[in-house]
């Protein structure tokens, strides 16, 4: 009788297990891994998810086109603080000081200016005497009548003496004065708040009616001053609100003055703008934003809304649907945030602010929030 080997007893067997192990494993895939492959694919065609945006209204406003002017910082009141009286000075503020109006910014030596004032006060006093003596004379005489014995012209120049006299004593006292305040001005004060800048002067020396002797600068009334092509400040009046900018800082300054009088040299006329509370320096430069043309009515968006490529400009519009759809435009005028959008945008349709550079045009949105154009959200 012929004898199987035990090792070919097992091969029918193991070929069975290894067909069972292949069914068992197509049933685990097409039972495991085949609902996730088709999760994915839903997902896929679902696009996708929202994507978080930030947004703001377009809005109808009227701007211009502005271009830039320099400009400085500069005080409504610097002043060179000079000498009234002469003399020797004795003190003088130090660079630095902060002084009220009516502070004492200098000391001149007020000797000379004493005694002018004694030797003007005696000469009233003298004149004063002469003068009452004539009066009295004269009412004497008057009242004499024609036979006291003095003639008409006797008594007409005793008449004339006393008001010359009087005329005389009349001068005295204009003389008077002028020492007196010449002695006041021997304190040298403040015509306003401010600080001292320079010292022109040292204690000890002498100085005439004239001289400087400190630079006072009020510096909290501030004011800035630019120029510009007369062209430019066509569109300028007084009362008109332009924006002035300093580094990252901005504010609003209205034009106190447009000076009708050019330059011979740059060509250029001055404006005036009264500045508002800030903490900018005197003599900071910055830049003035004055419209080249008259305003008129645009829509116009935040430019954080703008996507800015090689060959287009667009903005993101967000529908009732909450899906977002990219919107060509053409750009016009700028004032600060605000910027002009030509195109199929109207007044109040929501732009897209934050989170416009992931987009793609027909995606859904997830808004957090809204706002103006003016300001983000």
Known sequence: ????????????????????????????????????????????????????????????????????????????????????????????????????????????????????????????????????????????YEGLGVEGGESEATIDGLRADRDAARHDLARARVALRRAETALERTEVRAPFAGRVVARRIDAGEYVSPGATLVRLVNTEDLEVTARASDALLASVAPGDVVAIRNGDQSVNAAVRAVVPVGDDQSRTLEVRLALPETD???????????????????????????????????????????????????????DGDLIEAIGPIKAGDRIVIRGGERLRDGQKVLVQGGGPAGALS
């Open 1 to 140: 009788m012929l004898r199987i080997p035990r090792t070919l007893k097992k091969r029918p067997l193991l070929a069975v297990a290894g067909v069972l192990a292949l069914a068992a494993g197509g049933a685990f895939v097409a039972g495991v891994f085949q609902p996730k492959a088709d999760a994915a694919q839903a997902e896929a065609s679902q696009g996708p998810p929202p994507a978080p945006v930030r947004i703001a209204e377009a809005v109808a406003t009227e701007l211009a086109p502005h271009a830039g002017a320099p400009g400085s910082v500069v005080s409504m009141s610097d002043s060179d603080i000079a000498a009234a009286t002469p003399g020797p000075v004795l003190w003088a503020a130090d660079v630095g000081a902060e002084v009220a109006k009516g502070d004492v910014l200098a000391r001149i030596d007020p000797a000379d200016a004493v005694a002018s004032r004694d030797e003007a006060r005696a000469d009233v006093g003298r004149l004063a005497a002469r003068a009452a003596q004539l009066s009295k004379l004269v009412e004497r």
């Open 280 to 334: 900018w320096r005197v003599g900071a430069a910055v830049e003035v934003r004055l419209p080249r043309a008259a305003k008129k009515r645009v829509v116009a968006v935040h430019r954080d809304a703008l996507i800015l490529r090689a060959e287009r400009v667009s903005v993101f519009v967000v529908g009732a649907d909450d899906v977002a759809k990219q919107v060509d435009v053409e750009l016009g005028a700028a």
